[in-house]
């Protein structure tokens, strides 16, 4: 199984980024996807997570409202929208697929190598 995230970069704050993240070696439209951020220094945090159908979404709180996570089970990829980025934004975001749960990292079975948001002031 890979996950592969991209599209990270450096941007400045009240930006835009897409993050991708494209999977293979797995049965990607039977899978709960989920993105997750760690900030230099600090635990890694759940982002949003979407399932299989992308039917549900779940996003933490301090990105409500400014990312969308969506998929596209033909091309096995799941998106991370993400707008009106902050510095406290920055971080390496990873993806990850699970079958139970959405939330909860440890719910998730592959994980895929990050990609790096730096938000400047």
């Known amino acids: 199984v890979q996950l592969q995230a991209f599209g990270g970069g450096l941007v400045q704050a009240g930006d835009s980024l897409r993050l991708s993240c494209a999977a293979s070696?797995?049965?990607?439209?039977?899978?709960?996807m989920g993105w997750f951020r760690q900030a230099p220094g600090k635990e890694r945090e759940f982002v949003a997570a979407i399932s299989w159908r992308g039917g549900i979404t779940q996003y933490a709180d301090s990105v409500k409202g400014r990312f969308t996570i969506s998929r596209n089970n033909a091309k096995n990829t799941v998106y991370l929208q993400t707008n009106s980025l902050r510095p406290e934004d920055t971080a390496v975001y990873s993806c990850a697929a699970g079958l139970w749960g959405m939330g909860k990292a440890d719910s998730y079975e592959y994980w895929g190598q990050g990609t790096l948001v730096t938000v400047s002031s």
């Open positions: 070696g797995l049965a990607f439209s039977t899978y709960t």
